[in-house]
């Protein structure tokens, strides 16, 4: 499976205007990609006035990530601000081709930023199937909380998409090589770039992690990452080395 990660500076609160500039990159892809990543919040940046976005904002993006999914026979995943029932939600849309979607909304808003007091958080992860791989989607500060990510449903990618700023990008990186080797998954991180009208800078570091930790992409500048995945060599490396077998057993409650 070859994946294309969109590391991109965002266009603040304005859905239109960033749908068009990553409508404009995803039509630059020239090595047909399975998988189309973006980062969190691709349609605003990561606002706290959720209200300033109207509410017919998510409708329309999950219809345009239809139509970039069909275009390009991939999957097309990212997380949005989206309304629901008066509620505010940060949700990823992991889009497959043909409109069928699975969504996850993030589990650990960013209590630092007030996330927790404007957007109500998820309770369940979402396991997904897309061409042969088993993915785990996660979203930005997850990455802090290993016990969300634990491998117990034997996933083959451990996804994230963020909008991790550059004064703490050092965890963003040890994180991502972390979650790869106790969970023996590719693990795939997606940032932004640019800054914000909070005063916030970002430097991407997007990347790439085969199941032992190896970095297979990585990126500081405005750019697509491209990383291609095995499902032989996932499977040969945890037949070999059987890390997997000796995790330990739990159950997280809600």
Not at 13 to 32: M, S, T, W, Y
Not at 113 to 119: L, M, N, P, W
Not at 177 to 206: C, F, K, Q, W
């Amino acid at each position: 499976m070859k994946a294309a990660l969109i590391q991109a500076e965002l266009i603040w609160e304005d859905p239109e205007a960033n749908r068009k500039q990553f409508e404009h990159k995803i039509g630059g892809l020239d090595d047909h990609p399975d998988l189309i990543v973006l980062p969190e919040m691709f349609t605003t940046g990561f606002t706290m006035n959720p209200g300033h976005i109207p509410p017919e904002e998510g409708e329309r993006t999950l219809e345009w990530m239809q139509q970039q999914a069909d275009r390009t026979d991939a999957g097309v995943v990212g997380s949005m601000v989206f309304q629901e029932n008066g509620q505010y939600f940060n949700r990823l849309i992991f889009m497959q081709p043909g409109g069928v979607y699975d969504s996850y909304d993030k589990r650990h808003t960013f209590t630092l930023a007030g996330e927790d007091r404007v957007y109500r958080r998820g309770t369940e992860r979402t396991i997904i199937q897309f061409r042969d791989f088993t993915f785990c989607p996660l979203i930005c500060y997850d990455l802090r909380f290993p016990v969300w990510s634990r491998n117990t449903e034997d996933y083959d990618v451990l996804l994230y998409v963020a909008n991790w700023p550059s004064p703490r990008i050092g965890a963003w990186d040890t994180l991502l090589r972390a979650r790869s080797i106790e969970n023996m998954a590719y693990t795939l991180g997606v940032n932004r770039i640019g800054s914000d009208p909070n005063g916030l800078t970002y430097n991407g570091h997007s990347a790439g992690f085969d199941g032992m930790g190896n970095r297979l992409a990585y990126s500081e500048r405005e750019e697509v990452l491209h990383v291609t995945l095995s499902k032989a060599h996932l499977e040969e490396s945890r037949n070999k080395f059987r890390f997997l077998n000796d995790r330990d057993h739990f159950t997280l409650k809600p």
